[in-house]
């Protein structure tokens, strides 16, 4: 194929994601013209169709390349189309529902990232039960905003909420039995293990932190998980095992707890005395923080050099703002709050993507 016509090519992909944006990207669905987006799927499939004619797929590393990128331009715009037929048939309601879709895909996210193939023995199982339960009112509210006549895949992603809720009540019952197998060393060693994973916990979302902008739910999660492991550890000790090891441990742990029940007080306390809108303040530079650190750390970055840990990490404190606001903001309506949970939202996301784009680079199993 003479390099004219992958030229030609070129210039027909940068088109087409020149048209997307101008039209789709960030409108509201309900006023976009679905007619477009199958024009630009026609003309994706067409660009296809050119370069395997003409055996691109062997010409060059460009060639195939761009039959990829067309592949992927043509997936993009049929999903959207999907989702603008399906905004004007369910109407003013269909943006609350696509914001409870895009919260259950960062569910399935947490979950991937924490759980999916790492030993069960090591997981921490509050963290589960939490996403079971976000899961749950997520779905609760799907339904409430459903009503009789529900578009096919608004009910599809209804399903596979509950698919997932499903799945991970399955783990929920294999976690505990994992952790208790073994001689009473090895779970007195794993209760250990487990515990300073909760130290690390506190570490990262609350040390050092305004207690204004900090969730307390996750706080409570880490004391119960704590309380959990302690009982388990003085129930080693009870049944025999002799360890000074396992014995300082229950001695460490028990500190824990009662500085984080004491630091749990304060926060409920600074969180009830300041108004919600000032909380969703707060909230906002939160979040301008942690797209401070992303830019600095990330953005321009050589992916096989970046640190994934790091990059996990800030999704999940990201993924804590975005919860609270969107909490309050089924509490009380403002739209500074609704505008950054816009703009949270599209960062996460697109947090999420270049996770799996340094997993990649970096050859880090999935």
């Given at each position: 194929m003479s390099e004219s016509t992958l030229e030609l090519l070129e210039k027909e992909l940068a088109e087409l994601d020149a048209r997307y944006e101008e039209g789709y990207a960030g409108k509201d669905r309900h006023a976009v013209d679905p007619g477009g987006l199958e024009e630009l799927s026609l003309r994706a499939t067409k660009g296809k169709e050119k370069l395997a004619a003409l055996g691109a797929l062997t010409a060059s590393?460009?060639?195939?390349?761009?039959?990829?990128?067309?592949?992927?331009?043509?997936?993009?715009?049929?999903?959207?189309?999907?989702?603008?037929?399906?905004?004007?048939e369910m109407g003013p309601t269909f943006e609350r529902f696509s914001n409870e879709g895009t919260a259950a895909n960062f569910v399935f996210d947490r979950y991937t990232r924490h759980f999916a193939g790492q030993s069960r023995d090591t997981r921490d199982l509050g963290l589960l039960k939490e996403l079971i339960e976000e899961l749950k009112q997520i779905k609760k509210r799907m339904n409430a905003l459903a009503g009789k006549k529900l578009p096919e895949p608004m009910a599809n992603d209804i399903a596979l909420v509950q698919q997932n809720i499903e799945r991970y009540q399955v783990e929920e019952r294999e976690i505990p039995r994992a952790q208790a197998?073994?001689?009473?060393?090895?779970?007195?060693?794993?209760l250990?293990?487990?515990?300073?994973?909760?130290?690390?916990?506190?570490?990262?979302?609350?040390a050092g932190q305004s207690r204004l902008t900090r969730r307390p739910a996750l706080l409570v999660?880490?004391?119960?998980?704590?309380?959990?492991?302690r009982a388990k550890m003085f129930d080693l000790k009870s049944r025999g095992l002799a360890s000074d090891s396992n014995n300082g441990n229950i001695g460490i742990v028990d500190g824990r707890i009662a500085a984080y029940e004491k630091e749990l007080v304060e926060i409920r306390k600074v969180r009830s005395?300041?108004?919600?809108?000032?909380?969703?303040?707060?909230?906002?530079?939160?979040?301008n923080d942690l797209f401070t650190e992303y830019r600095n750390d990330f953005a321009g970055k050589d992916r096989a050099n970046v640190n994934l840990a790091q990059l996990g990490s800030l999704i999940d404190r990201l993924d804590e703002i975005r919860r609270q606001m969107e909490d309050l903001g089924r509490?009380?309506?403002?739209?500074?709050?609704r505008q950054n949970q816009v703009i949270v939202r599209d960062y996460q996301a697109n947090w999420l993507r270049e996770y799996q784009a340094v997993r990649a680079a970096q050859g880090t199993p999935s």
């Open positions: 590393d460009n060639a195939a390349t761009l039959t990829q990128a067309f592949a992927e331009r043509f997936e993009l715009y049929q999903r959207e189309l999907v989702m603008v037929r399906a905004a004007k197998d073994g001689t009473a060393e090895d779970q007195a060693n794993r250990a293990s487990l515990a300073n994973a909760q130290f690390a916990i506190y570490q990262g979302f609350f999660r880490v004391i119960e998980n704590l309380k959990s492991y005395d300041n108004k919600l809108v000032d909380i969703m303040g707060a909230l906002g530079n939160s979040a509490v009380e309506k403002n739209d500074t709050n």
